[in-house]
């Protein structure tokens, strides 16, 4: 049996509305969202479906991001902490922004960021905490964050419509929550991110950033501070309206399968699934496996019967990347690891999260997830998981 998936047409959702977008827009002549209308209409119907009150888009979501560490503005040097279980695209800002990332470990069974953990990583120079909630799980970092008086930024690339254990909506529960819009999330345009916040001052700062400093309200050709040009262009915008529409029934879709799968598996021993099954996203599909089993060998397996998953999800967590530990960041230079009053160069490298060590290496398994997936497409994964489990 062959499996939708994200990168072919048969597991996306793309069709004649996408269609009729890009059309519109080529026939007005205007693709620049400077001047049209697309994106303009995206960010009202993005902020609309979080019910806050604005929404900056960007041109990925690692943009998307470095626009929300921007508008929280660290100084150089100031730390950010973060998850070491993410995508690239959550450090790389920070970096940018001559800040430094600072890993707290995860939850062995979440590979979210353990709230004790992040508690115990704060210091004199924290500026902000960004929570990535992995998979489609919320990683609740809210009193940490409240606690410590600096402001949440969410990560919501892999969690779109997830929720906390409360209902609330991801993104919309601390300063500014970043979403993407890549090939391989929820809804996509190819490339784009979207920040939403509720703080006017805020979104000011992420589209000023988003457009070189330059504020196109007045009539001059200002630049009021530093910026780069991270616009979503009208035809994503146009594609991304499309999909934002249907959102709501991929997650239903995804919701209904994982269900039906979380319920096969839930006799399996040695097996621990996400809790929480209506509130997560189930971007990929997590299993944390209990020794003696190990997600290398169980991946294989089920590659060999054809099922779509892999082991640990990364090679290996970010805080092991040779861009931390041993690659140049800016020229020949280290900066901004150790900017004064800092001594020394913060440490990176394996033994700093053991827990999410333990993950990529050996417990954490991830099946592609899609919402084309039909009940014979769960049944068949279920059987192939109980048997490479068990055999
Ligand atoms: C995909 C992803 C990003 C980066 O988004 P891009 O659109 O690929 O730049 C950031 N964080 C997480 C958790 C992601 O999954």
Same mark, same amino acid.
């Given at each position: 049996m062959s499996f939708p998936s994200m990168a072919d047409a048969d597991g996306r959702t793309l069709g004649q509305e996408e269609i009729d977008g890009v059309t519109r827009v080529l026939r007005t002549g205007m693709l620049s969202s400077v001047w049209g209308t697309e994106v303009r209409a995206l960010e009202r119907e993005m902020a609309d479906r979080h019910a806050v009150s604005h929404a900056v888009a960007a041109s990925s979501g690692t943009a998307a991001l470095h626009l929300a560490v921007a508008a929280v503005a660290p100084d150089p040097g100031d730390e950010i902490i973060t998850s070491p279980i993410s995508d690239f695209g959550t450090v790389a800002p920070i970096l940018a922004q001559n800040a430094v990332p600072v890993f707290a470990d995860v939850d062995p069974y979440t590979g979210n960021l353990d709230p004790a953990a992040v508690a115990a990583a704060i210091g004199p120079r924290t500026r902000a905490i960004i929570a990535v909630h992995l998979f489609g799980a919320a990683a609740d970092l809210r009193a940490v964050a409240a606690d410590a008086g600096v402001p949440l930024i969410e990560d919501c690339a892999q969690a779109w419509l997830a929720r906390y254990p409360d209902g609330t909506l991801v993104g919309t529960a601390g300063a500014i929550g970043?979403?993407?819009?890549?090939?391989?999330?929820?809804?996509?345009?190819?490339?784009?991110?979207?920040?939403?916040?509720?703080?006017?001052?805020?979104?000011?700062?992420?589209?000023?950033?988003?457009?070189?400093?330059?504020?196109?309200?007045?009539?001059?050709?200002?630049?009021?501070?530093?910026?780069?040009?991270?616009?979503?262009?009208?035809?994503?915008?146009?594609?991304?309206?499309?999909?934002?529409?249907?959102?709501?029934?991929?997650?239903? *879709?995804? &919701?209904?399968? +994982?269900? @039906? =799968?979380? /319920? $096969?598996?839930?006799?399996?021993?040695?097996?621990? !699934?996400?809790?929480?099954?209506?509130?997560?996203?189930?971007?990929?599909?997590?299993?944390?496996?209990?020794?003696?089993? *190990?997600? &290398?060998?169980? +991946?294989? @397996? =089920?590659? /060999? $019967?054809?099922?779509?998953?892999?082991?640990?999800? !990364?090679?290996?967590?970010?805080?092991?990347?040779?861009?931390?530990?041993?690659?140049?960041?800016?020229?020949?230079?280290?900066?901004?690891?150790?900017?004064?009053?800092?001594?020394?160069?913060?440490?990176?490298?394996?033994?700093?999260?053991?827990?999410?060590?333990?993950?990529?290496?050996?417990?954490?398994?991830?099946?592609?997830?899609?919402?084309?997936?039909?009940?014979?497409?769960?049944?068949?994964?279920?059987?192939?998981?109980?048997?490479?489990?068990?055999?």
């Open positions: 970043c979403f993407s819009l890549q090939q391989w999330k929820h809804i996509t345009c190819g490339d784009g991110g979207l920040a939403i916040t509720d703080d006017p001052a805020l979104a000011r700062r992420m589209r000023l950033f988003a457009d070189k400093g330059w504020p196109r309200d007045g009539g001059r050709r200002q630049h009021v501070g530093l910026g780069l040009n991270y616009r979503m262009t009208e035809l994503a915008g146009a594609v991304a309206r499309a999909q934002l529409a249907k959102l709501s029934g991929v997650l239903a *879709d995804r &919701r209904r399968t +994982a269900t @039906r =799968l979380h /319920a $096969a598996l839930s006799d399996v021993p040695g097996l621990h !699934l996400p809790t929480d099954v209506d509130a997560h996203a189930w971007w990929l599909f997590p299993i944390v496996l209990r020794p003696p089993l *190990d997600n &290398r060998s169980v +991946a294989a @397996r =089920l590659a /060999a $019967a054809g099922i779509p998953a892999r082991p640990g999800y !990364l090679d290996q967590p970010l805080h092991c990347a040779p861009a931390l530990t041993e690659a140049p960041i800016y020229g020949s230079s280290r900066y901004p690891l150790a900017v004064p009053p800092a001594d020394r160069l913060p440490t990176y490298g394996p033994g700093l999260c053991p827990v999410a060590e333990r993950l990529v290496d050996s417990t954490l398994l991830v099946i592609d997830w899609n919402e084309r997936y039909t009940d014979a497409h769960v049944d068949e994964i279920a059987h192939a998981v109980r048997v490479a489990v068990t055999s």
